[in-house]
């Protein structure tokens, strides 16, 4: 009789590690729009998300690409780079004026790599940085490759 509930449970065992790890650990989503071309096309990628480390967002840094909350509209979330941390001053739209902002303690500058085609930051402000849901580490498909951080490179004044 106890043979017969061993494969339903060991069943139930992994779908619930497998969920563990999909809720809290790593997840696999698919990206839409052209906000962050050339990075991830318009066209829909799948990308590994660190969902760890993104709830936690002090640990990501400026030139991340993370997946956030939209701050007008919770339960859409938007993919977008870091652009600022608290305490930095930046440029709010460095296309076209010199007004700059100084991101308050607890909130981050998020923008998208085709800015002329971005609702980010420049939009909505500072985005708290409890928003933060996930830090985008890979590629999955097409054209798998991990993620760098290609502002870590650039000097700054």
């Not at 700059?100 to 085609?117: E, F, M, Q, R, Y």
């Not at 933060?132 to 798998?144: D, L």
């Amino acid at each position: 009789m106890a043979g017969m509930f061993r494969i339903p449970i060991a069943v139930v065992q992994i779908a619930a590690f497998v969920h563990q790890i999909h809720e809290y650990l790593f997840q696999v989503q698919m990206t839409s729009g052209p906000s962050m071309m050339p990075t991830l096309n318009s066209g829909g990628e799948f990308v590994l998300l660190d969902k760890l480390h993104g709830r936690f967002a002090r640990s990501c840094s400026v030139g991340d690409v993370v997946v956030s909350a939209k701050p007008s509209d919770s339960k859409q979330h938007v993919c977008k780079r870091i652009i600022g941390m608290p305490g930095d001053t930046i440029y709010v739209d460095p296309t076209s004026s010199n007004k700059k902002i100084t991101i308050p303690l607890g909130h981050v500058w998020l923008a998208g790599d085709n800015i002329a085609h971005s609702l980010d930051s420049r939009n909505y402000g500072p985005v708290p940085m409890g928003l933060i849901k996930a830090k985008v580490i890979a590629r999955v498909w097409p054209h798998p490759h991990w993620m760098s951080n290609i502002l870590n490179d650039i000097d700054v004044e």
